[in-house]
C-alpha cells in the first residue's frame, strides 16, 4: 500500500517569495492534516480536512498560509509571503477519518529554508 | 487543555542497554495515546498505540509502552537498544476534537558504541 506522498522534499526561497507544497494521501483516507515541525520541536496542527471540507484552521496563519483540498484527495498549502520563521518542515498526514482512536499516518515531509 | 510533556530533551545510553522514554499528559477522559520514532530527514512512523484494555503495549521494533492512569505517564519502554534506534522519538495524545494529534518536543536519542 502506498503511503502519504509529498513534494517537493526539500525547498529553499527567499524572504516574501511564495512556495507550495502538494500532499496526496493514502488511498481512502477521508482525513488530511497539515503539520507544521520547527526544528527541535514537537508537530503542530495547521490544518485539518475532512474529505474536502475544513474541520479545523485554527492554527493556521491566514494572512500568509492558505491551503486546499479540492475534490476531498490532494491537498496543497501555499505560503505567500514567506517569513524567515516559516523555515520548518511541513508535514502531511492521512487517516481514514477524523476521531481520536485513528491512527494517522506521515509522509516524509517538505523541508522548507526561508533565507 | 490537551498537552505532552517529555521532560527528557535528550537521551543517550550504550548500545545493548535498557531504555525508558519518559512521557506525561494532560487530558479529562480516557486518552488515546501514540508513540512516534522520526530518523533523520524522515517522516514519523508510529510505533505503537493505546486505546484501553491492557495497559501494557507492544510495538514495532521491540519496544513497548506502559499507561499509567494514576501518574498520567505513557512511557517507552525498550530492553536492549541498537545503534539503528538513534533518532527523535515523539509522544502524543489524540485530541477529542476531530481526532488530531498534539505532540510532546520530542527527545532525542543518542546510542554510544
Known amino acids: 500500500e502506498a503511503g502519504v506522498a509529498q513534494s517537493p522534499r526539500y525547498k529553499i526561497i527567499e524572504k516574501r517569495q511564495s512556495v507550495a507544497f502538494w500532499c496526496n494521501p493514502i488511498?481512502?483516507?477521508?482525513?488530511l492534516y497539515w503539520y507544521q515541525q520547527i526544528l527541535g520541536q514537537g508537530p503542530k496542527l495547521l490544518i485539518q480536512?475532512?474529505?474536502?471540507?475544513?474541520?479545523?484552521d485554527s492554527q493556521l496563519p491566514k494572512d500568509r498560509f492558505s491551503a486546499e483540498r479540492l475534490k476531498g484527495v490532494d491537498s496543497t498549502l501555499k505560503i505567500q509571503p514567506a517569513k524567515l520563521e516559516d523555515s520548518a518542515v511541513y508535514l502531511c498526514?492521512?487517516?481514514?477519518?477524523?476521531?481520536?482512536?485513528?491512527?494517522?499516518?506521515f509522509g516524509e515531509g517538505s523541508w522548507l529554508t526561508v533565507v | 487543555a490537551q498537552s505532552v510533556t517529555q521532560p527528557d530533551i535528550h537521551i543517550t545510553v550504550s548500545e545493548g542497554a535498557s531504555l525508558e522514554l519518559r512521557c506525561n499528559y494532560s487530558?479529562?477522559?480516557?486518552?488515546?495515546l501514540f508513540w512516534y520514532v522520526q530518523s533523520p530527514g524522515q517522516g514519523l512512523q508510529l510505533l505503537l498505540k493505546?486505546?484501553?484494555?491492557?495497559?501494557l503495549v507492544q510495538g514495532i521494533k521491540g519496544f513497548e509502552a506502559e499507561f499509567k492512569r494514576s501518574q498520567s505517564s505513557f512511557n517507552l519502554r525498550k530492553p536492549s537498544v541498537h545503534w539503528s534506534d538513534a533518532a527523535e522519538y515523539f509522544c502524543?495524545?489524540?485530541?477529542?476534537?476531530?481526532?488530531?494529534?498534539?505532540f510532546g518536543q520530542g527527545t532525542e536519542l543518542s546510542v554510544k558504541p
Open positions: 498526514a492521512s487517516s481514514l477519518e477524523g476521531s481520536s482512536g485513528n491512527t494517522i499516518y
Open positions: 488511498s481512502g483516507h477521508a482525513t
Open positions: 480536512f475532512q474529505n474536502n471540507g475544513v474541520v479545523d
Open positions: 487530558y479529562g477522559a480516557t486518552p488515546y
Open positions: 493505546y486505546f484501553s484494555g491492557d495497559t
Open positions: 502524543a495524545v489524540g485530541s477529542n476534537q476531530g481526532g488530531k494529534l498534539i
